[in-house]
């Protein structure tokens, strides 16, 4: 008899949210908070009145008070063809109580209705659900093979052109006693694409000190040049030649973004660089650069995360590594199994990406509604 | 020490950037607003090392005549000129600031951007040579495109635009969707890799 009694206790507690939903879709004004924000948002919506359709309609008029107090004061006036609206100046917390006016042709305005609610601030972004659970998904996989890889597992990595010709472009330079120019782009150091650029370049800078050959990093960062410095300088050490390390080959120029094309261009055609490496983020000078260091005669190296730079960059240099063969470089050029288990982790994971397509593409050619059921799983609020 | 301080404020701030995207609420915000500000703040000091290290580039070029050193006093004379009336005079409308900013450096800016449209035809030029079948139908698809995009409507009828439309929309979307899927997980492995102190050549040090 307890356990009947606590199953329908159970029961009544489980539905009231229903109930509550259904009693609200019933009623002629709604409030409630606002999903998956900061607080201090709620929305109120109400069905259409009759009135809209008589000729000399105003609109809708939306009132607030404080639940409690006597007096409602005007939040929006004239509210026509829409039935919302967002309150954006709620306090968390306090209950408010919304009263939705209707202003017709003649006469004082008609109350629709009135609702309460209370604003509040989420600890979970319900619509990101979907992306959590793709992160923890992809983390999971690289984690995994990075730890097989430590384990010692043999992976096999295919071959990127771009990156093989690295050693023989550095190679190339230093047979013509001329020296290699390395831009890593024109993003900040919170750039994924920068921080790649500079892993390559530490890798770079290793071989330039083992061939002694000159380096000019001209910089549009200066953060990124800090960091960048000190990568070369201790590139240099590793290698044993910290004396052969220049203080002024990696340098800021300017944040103007033209300003940067100008004086590197300047560098390309009074320095003749053997080989030029345009490596991280790059917008509409990319093809500048890129031009101008092919007439010069350089062997080039670009690698870019930008997609629309990437035809550019296909066009004017010799090699072009695409997306994510930048990310990989690191992995490529170092060998450390821990990179190469990496590698291998964003490959399952796009497998993964490659079986959601095909089986999208079934559910939709068996039926619309299952297919578009099956888009919405990967749908995420932006903000 | 000198690495594992910077690896663990990594570490943790990695963590909790990764975290506030998940959680909208007002303290989160709140997290997210200070951390730009310190950005910004990070920012400005940096931009001073920048310029120091700018002014002390060419000032040794000049002091030792080193090849070039005439060019070094333009950008040294460019650097003080913007400071001083930047500081002395302020930033207002019709200040020497911005009468340099408008008169002298957009100008310039703008001529470095109008080379693009020269560039675009010579590497244009190079690209649609059809020595190869995939060149030769970028050259096809290219060709398509442009005059996709010029009103011939009226001499040729509807079909060329909505072929150059379909092939962005489809063959054109499907490679570019691609590559991003791919540097999407290519960022996240990046990402993963610098937070779990996998990647630390960033630190100024090798792998």
Known sequence: MRIASLVCAFLVLAAAPALAAAEKAGAAVVAGDVPNDAGGAIDVTWQPSPAEEEIGFKGYEVQRRVAGEPEFATVAESVVGETTFRDEDAENGVAYEYQVRVLGAEGAPTVLGTAEAKASGQWFNTARSNALAGVLFTSFVIIFFILRARGGAELFVRKIAGLEAVEEAIGRATEMGKPILFVSGLADASEISTIAAMTILAKVARKTAEYETPLIVPCYDPIVMMVEKEMVRQAYAEMGKPDAFDEDSVFFVTQSQFGYVAAVDGIMLREKPATNFYMGAFYAESLILAETGAATGAIQIAGTDRVTQLPFFITACDYTLMGEELYAATAYLGRDPLFLGSLKGQDWSKAAIILALIVGTVFLIISTDLGLWFAKLFETAAS | ?207
């Not at chain 2, 959680?23 to 310190?38: A, E, G, I, R, T």
């Not at chain 2, 000091?45 to 080193?66: D, E, S, T, W």
């Not at chain 2, 139908?137 to 909505?162: C, K, Q, S, T, Y």
């Open chain 2, 1 to 207: 020490m000198r690495r594992e301080l910077p690896l663990a404020i990594c570490f943790i701030m990695g963590l909790i950037m990764t975290v506030q995207f998940f959680v909208p609420h007002h303290y989160s915000q709140w997290l997210f607003d200070n951390m730009l500000k310190w950005l910004i703040i990070v920012l400005t000091f940096a931009m001073i090392l920048g310029i120091g290290n700018l002014v002390k580039l060419h000032l040794q070029k000049v002091q030792h005549r080193r090849r070039d050193w005439l060019y070094s006093i333009v950008a040294l004379f460019g650097v003080t000129a913007s400071l001083v009336t930047g500081f002395g005079w302020g930033i207002e409308a019709d200040s020497p600031f911005m009468v340099l900013y408008n008169y002298v450096q957009i100008p310039m800016q703008a001529t470095m951007f109008s080379l693009l449209a020269f560039y675009i035809a010579s590497a244009a030029f190079r690209t649609f040579r059809a020595r190869t079948v995939e060149a030769t139908l970028l050259l096809v698809a290219a060709v398509i495109v442009m005059l996709g995009r010029v009103p011939l409507e009226g001499i040729v009828g509807r079909w060329l635009p909505d072929l150059a439309e379909w092939i962005l929309d489809y063959p054109n979307m499907a490679a570019k969707r691609g590559i991003m899927i791919g540097i999407g997980l290519g960022a996240i492995s990046t990402a993963l890799k610098i937070i779990l102190g996998i990647e630390r050549s960033w630190l100024g040090g090798g792998d």
